[in-house]
């Protein structure tokens, strides 16, 4: 009696599995046929087995090379979430501040402050007591300016002047800014400058500011005061333009309300006559060309946005004398979601301005942080920094003895 309920349990059991793989296969079947993707429909036709086959292996081709491009698809948003896309959107030029000119003269000092030909001719000769000391300071002050070849070999020549008179040959900042500006071969006040048309004093609308190229003249930069931190013990120069109406991040403020009167300045129109324009004069007699190259006499110009500080020594185009030279600026703007602050730096690949910190500047952007890597290193590897190089208490100028050094540091 239990083995005939058995058997009957057994056969009802296997009836439901026939028919639910009866079911399943005529499912399986109209899906295949009513499908819109092509090649399934093959696979449950009547058709020769070579043909079947041909069509597995299409289908089996088409999900691998799928599944595949979604992996890929799948890695890029895990390693590289944002995507950088350029959009062909133009904007007004007013929405954008002006850039600034930093201007910086390749006669660095005035014949009556130095004669620098004069005492190279000297050293070479040996005649190195026909001048005062004061003056073969300056010259070696010059060095960091100058060829190289000019001031090689005469770390003995100072050392012998500075033992006779019994001086020491420590430099530090105020040396440098005292030196530039006291001996400028060029003076605002003898220059002319225009914006937007308009005659302005030079003195009023550029300031000087101390540069990898000496002394130069900006026009539209925040006050080194505002880019600096307050740990930066450099001494500057007098207190120029404090007012911050644009930030690179953010953009103009909304609540302006004189728009002409902004800083950094911007200009409404387009055009030469809409821009800036300066011109600088330079005596016959300051022109040095035992200095530098024959080809760099005149001008060098850099343009840089108003919040970042200039290295005309790597980035700048050169005016010659007499000459008159128009640049035109070709803005492009890059605009950030906001939804990209919510990633990790590490993901997004960049650090916005007020994540990350700097020691020696309020702000963080790419060029502050090489500026400051490139002032720890050079610290590191010659106890001193440079002249232009911001720095703290604990750091020194680099004096006369370890000037080559510097040169060591920037060739690594």
């Known amino acids: 009696m239990n083995n005939s309920k058995t058997e009957e349990t057994y056969t009802g059991n296997s009836r439901q599995n026939r028919n639910f793989i009866t079911s399943l296969r005529q499912y399986g079947t109209e899906f295949c046929e009513s499908i819109s993707i092509q090649g399934l429909a093959y696979l449950v036709k009547n058709i020769s087995l070579l043909e079947r086959l041909w069509w597995i292996l299409v289908f089996t081709a088409g999900v691998s090379g799928s599944c595949f491009m979604v992996s890929r698809l799948l890695d890029k948003w895990i390693t590289t979430p944002i995507l950088v896309s350029l959009a062909t959107q133009e904007s007004k030029i007013s929405d954008i501040p002006f850039p600034a000119v930093t201007i910086c003269p390749e006669s660095k000092i005035s014949l009556e402050c130095l004669n620098y030909t004069k005492i190279l001719r000297e050293r070479k000769k040996g005649d190195i007591f026909d001048s005062e000391l004061e003056e073969n300071l300056y010259f070696d002050l010059m060095s960091a300016f100058c060829k190289e070849e000019n001031h090689n070999g005469t770390d003995s020549i100072i050392q012998n002047l500075l033992q006779v008179s019994g001086e020491t040959d420590e430099i530090s900042i105020k040396d440098y800014s005292h030196f530039l500006s006291t001996c400028s071969a060029v003076s605002l006040d003898h220059a002319l400058c225009k914006w937007m048309g ?60 004189d728009l002409e009167n902004t800083y950094p300045r911007r200009a409404f129109k387009s055009g030469v006559n809409n821009g800036f324009t300066a011109i600088f004069m330079t005596k016959k007699k300051d022109l040095n060309y035992a200095c530098q190259d024959l080809a760099l006499q005149g001008l060098r110009v850099s343009l840089h946005p108003p919040t970042r500080l200039p290295r005309p020594a790597q980035v700048f185009f050169s005016v010659g004398l007499d000459r008159l030279t128009i640049a035109g600026v070709i803005p492009s703007m890059s605009f950030t979601a906001k939804v990209v602050e919510a990633y990790e730096p590490h993901k997004r690949g960049c650090y916005f301005g007020r994540e990350r910190k700097l020691k020696f500047f309020k702000y963080y952007s790419q060029s502050n942080c090489n500026l400051e890597c490139w002032t720890n290193y050079t610290q590191s590897h010659c106890g001193c920094v440079n002249f232009y190089m911001p720095r703290d208490e604990e750091m020194e100028i680099c004096n006369l003895k370890r000037r080559f050094c510097l040169k060591e540091a920037r060739s690594e």
Do not use: A, Q
Request: some cysteine.
């Open 198 to 257: 308009k005659e302005m004093n030079c003195t009023d609308v550029m300031s000087p500011v101390i540069t990898d190229e000496g002394l130069c003249y900006t026009f539209n930069m925040y006050d080194v005061r505002d880019i600096y931190s307050d740990l930066n013990t450099m001494d500057y120069f007098d207190e120029g333009n404090r007012i911050r109406d644009w930030d690179p991040e953010e953009g103009f403020h909304e609540t302006i309300l």
